[in-house]
């Protein structure tokens, strides 16, 4: 669970996010939309416990975000593999920094996982050795195979194409619905905060704020994709950023 509560962060005098109010329940996952510098990353940031100066509350299972206490899934845009290691032992990094003998179960999930984003294959090859879906599939798998209390994803599947991007937002939501973690996913896309938010924050700013949450009937469907309403529900959340 997540629960953020008048949450205002300043880097030195600028004022970055003002009174941002935010619930995501234990399992669920929320879209986090909103035109480019009005603050997704920071807030992202103080749920990761990588900016830790701020005012007001943010609590992951009602206790306030400490990522010595808490295991944190970060997936962000540039993957952040380490080139000089294989597949498997980049996948396998979150979870070491975590914990220190690694265990015949945590294998097997990670095999498992890795099996699941279609990476069997390709445990031994080096991260210059993938495609960038490739290596962005390392970093799911590996944020996974922590088994976080809270999976955070900033923008992950905005350098891919499109195709590339569809079968990725796929495999997410499969793998995701068989973990179970709280989760914020940012996007730049309507598209695809329809896809991947059972609710999506529309956001603005700087400072950052949040405008709206809707409730969102098209989480993880692709195929009513050119019905009405989900058409009036993209143009809404169009206007709702546009007008901002
Ligand atoms: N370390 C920093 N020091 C000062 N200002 C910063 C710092 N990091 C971000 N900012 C500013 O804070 C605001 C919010 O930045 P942030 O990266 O959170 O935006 P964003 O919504 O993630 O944007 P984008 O969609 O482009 O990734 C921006 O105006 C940015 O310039
Ligand atoms: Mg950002």
């Known amino acids: 669970m997540i629960k953020v509560r008048n949450l205002v962060v300043y880097y030195g005098k600028f004022k970055a996010l003002s009174g941002i109010n935010l619930d995501v329940k234990k399992g669920g996952i929320i879209a986090l939309i ?3 510098g009005c603050g997704k990353t920071t807030l992202l940031y103080v749920l990761g416990g990588i900016v830790a100066k701020y ?3 943010v609590l992951i299972d009602g206790a306030p975000v400490d990522p010595k206490k808490q295991r944190i899934g970060l997936v962000l845009q540039d993957y952040g593999l380490l080139p000089w290691k294989r597949v498997w032992e980049n996948a396998l990094l979150g979870l070491k920094v975590k914990k220190k003998v690694i265990g015949k179960e945590d294998k097997e999930y990670a095999e498992y996982v890795l099996a699941r984003v279609g990476l069997s ?3 031994k090859r080096y991260p210059g050795e993938l495609s960038g879906g490739q290596r962005q599939r390392v ?3 590996r944020a ?3 088994k976080p209390d809270i999976l955070l994803m900033d923008e992950p ?5 499109a195709i590339t991007r569809e079968e990725m937002q796929d495999l997410f939501i ?3 619905k068989g973990s179970s973690v709280s989760t914020v996913f940012v996007t730049h896309s309507t598209e695809e905060a329809m896809f991947v938010g059972e609710k999506i924050a529309v956001m603005t700013g700087p400072p950052g704020r949040i405008v709206e949450i809707v409730d969102n009937p098209f989480f993880s469907r692709r195929e009513i994709e050119d019905s009405d ?4 529900m993209k143009l809404k959340l169009k206007e709702l950023i546009k007008g901002m």
């Open 34 to 36: 909103g035109p480019s």
């Open 157 to 161: 599947f905005s350098a891919l194409d």
């Open 121 to 123: 294959d390709f445990l």
């Open 144 to 146: 996974f195979i922590m």
């Open 229 to 232: 309403l989900y058409f009036s």
């Open 139 to 141: 970093a799911i798998a």
């Open 55 to 57: 005012e007001g509350e």
């Open 174 to 176: 499969d793998v995701w």
